[in-house]
């Protein structure tokens, strides 16, 4: 049964209070759930109760299953304010009332003040050029040098190959640094490591669905900072893997060593010394044997005899 303003209104305080108050992540999941069925989402509905903001601040919950959720309602929510088919609701007031960020100018108003270009990007440049120079973001919002450029990264690794609104990716970006900075502990090491490869992987062509999947909410952003590279490859990319290691055992003359990881090779692609490698021999018996090689922090592979 819908809940009227009211009862979301209500549940939204219960929400906030719950977190507020550090409630198990059991209340929480059941005021959303409750959400999950009893709204039917419109724009005047998530901007009346300011439902989508509370909402969208427990994307980075620590708790992974609220995390989760939160994402799947937000997504959600913006599928109905589209399907709804407001003829004021054009894209940039869409994704804005499901996000719970402000209400971009009203139509009647777009001749006296017209919206930011940068609402546009979508539109009028090419996504394989897309960055943050070209949509003409702010990411400088954290005051630190160092994560501002991470968060800048990010963006340009989200909007690669991308159609989404700028309003769309920017959160994205911020929510996956703040996840990487909060599991690092820090700008440490480890931090430093991580945002360049999840950037790379973000931009591989051999796996668009990636991006895709961490834009929709599919991934959320705690989850992401914490997979591993073979954790984000496609299901293309590992049935290519199981075939090149079978190819592989095939040509073999002799049985092929066990993988081990190095420090000995260095990753041309982005000059990590974490390598696993194994030999083969390939050709005739008097021949060198094949070191293939791979950098498990992001993916590249190479051999050499």
């Known amino acids: 049964m819908a809940m009227d303003a009211k009862e979301i209104e209500l549940r939204g305080k219960a929400i906030g209070k719950a977190i507020q108050e550090n409630e198990p992540s059991a209340s929480v999941i059941k005021l959303l759930n409750d959400l999950k069925t009893g709204v039917?989402?419109?724009?005047?509905?998530?901007?009346?109760?300011?439902?989508?903001?509370?909402?969208n601040r427990l994307r980075t919950h620590k708790d992974p299953a609220v995390s989760k959720l939160a994402t799947e309602l937000v997504s959600k929510w913006r599928d109905e304010v589209k399907k709804g088919g407001s003829k004021k609701g054009t894209p940039?007031?869409?994704?804005?009332?499901?996000?719970?960020?402000?209400?971009?100018?009203?139509?009647?108003?777009?001749?006296?003040?017209?919206?930011?270009?940068?609402?546009?990007?979508k539109?009028?440049?090419?996504?394989?050029?897309?960055?943050?120079?070209?949509?003409?973001?702010?990411?400088?919002?954290?005051?630190?040098?160092?994560?501002?450029?991470?968060?800048?990264?990010?963006?340009?690794?989200?909007?690669?190959?991308?159609?989404?609104?700028?309003?769309?990716?920017?959160?994205?970006?911020?929510?996956?640094?703040?996840?990487?900075?909060?599991?690092?502990?820090?700008?440490?090491?480890?931090?430093?490591?991580?945002?360049?490869?999840?950037?790379?992987?973000?931009?591989?062509?051999?796996?668009?669905?990636?991006?895709?999947?961490?834009?929709?909410?599919?991934?959320?952003?705690?989850?992401?900072?914490v997979m591993t590279h073979d954790e984000m490859k496609s299901d293309e990319r590992r049935r290519e893997d199981e075939q090149l290691e079978k190819e592989n055992l095939n040509q073999a003359m002799v049985a092929q060593v066990e993988k081990s990881i190095s420090k000995e090779f260095q990753c041309g692609k982005c000059k990590q010394k974490m390598v696993s490698y194994s030999q083969a021999q390939t050709r005739s018996a008097d021949e060198p044997m094949t070191t293939f090689c791979e950098c498990m922090n992001c993916g590249n592979r190479w051999k050499f005899s």
């Open 40 to 55: 039917h989402a419109t724009e005047d509905v998530l901007r009346s109760t300011k439902i989508g903001v509370t909402i």
């Open 92 to 121: 940039a007031r869409v994704v804005a009332a499901a996000n719970g960020s402000a209400s971009p100018a009203p139509a009647s108003s777009a001749a006296a003040s017209p919206a930011p270009s940068q609402s546009k990007q």
């Open 123 to 225: 539109h009028t440049v090419d996504p394989a050029k897309r960055n943050h120079k070209t949509d003409k973001i702010n990411y400088e919002v954290t005051g630190d040098e160092a994560r501002d450029k991470v968060i800048r990264l990010m963006y340009d690794g989200l909007a690669h190959m991308s159609t989404e609104l700028p309003e769309t990716i920017l959160p994205i970006a911020k929510q996956i640094e703040a996840a990487a900075y909060k599991n690092a502990g820090g700008v440490n090491e480890a931090y430093k490591i991580k945002m360049p490869s999840l950037y790379q992987n973000l931009k591989a062509k051999s796996n668009p669905a990636l991006r895709k999947r961490v834009l929709s909410g599919d991934i959320t952003p705690a989850k992401f900072v």
